[in-house]
């Protein structure tokens, strides 16, 4: 299956309370994990833009960062992120990511469903 990128839906908004915006590209239709995922994009955001802290229930997420620099808060502990590390958030814990640099951050966001919370699709 190929899923052409202009057909990949684009949303922008303010995510969990964060500072600015944030550029979500939804790069598969949660459909296609038959209930196992909820969500892969490419998210965007912009200088001083940020994702407010949420806790996760029932659901993980991985953040891989494909470019710029950040501030990633797991479960209140604030670390630096660049380009090639991933963050992982599971099940009942809490995160937030903010851009601290002067260039987009870009990274690719993975909900998954715990196992328990399997999805019928």
Do not use: W
């Not at 802290?53 to 630096?80: F, K, M, Q, W």
């Amino acid at each position: 299956m190929i899923i052409p990128c202009h057909t990949h839906p684009v949303s922008s908004g303010q995510k969990a309370g964060g500072k600015g915006t944030a550029e979500v590209l939804s790069v598969i239709d949660p459909s296609v994990f038959q209930g196992q995922n909820q969500m892969l994009a490419r998210v965007v955001l912009q200088p001083g833009c940020s994702i407010g802290c949420h806790r996760h229930s029932g659901n993980s997420e991985v953040y891989y960062i494909l470019s710029g620099a950040g501030s990633y808060s797991d479960n209140g502990t604030v670390l630096p992120v660049n380009a090639g590390d991933t963050t992982f958030c599971p099940d009942g814990e809490s995160h937030s990511m903010e851009n601290t640099g002067n260039e987009p951050l870009v990274f690719i966001a993975l909900i998954t469903n715990s196992p328990h919370q399997k999805k019928d699709s």
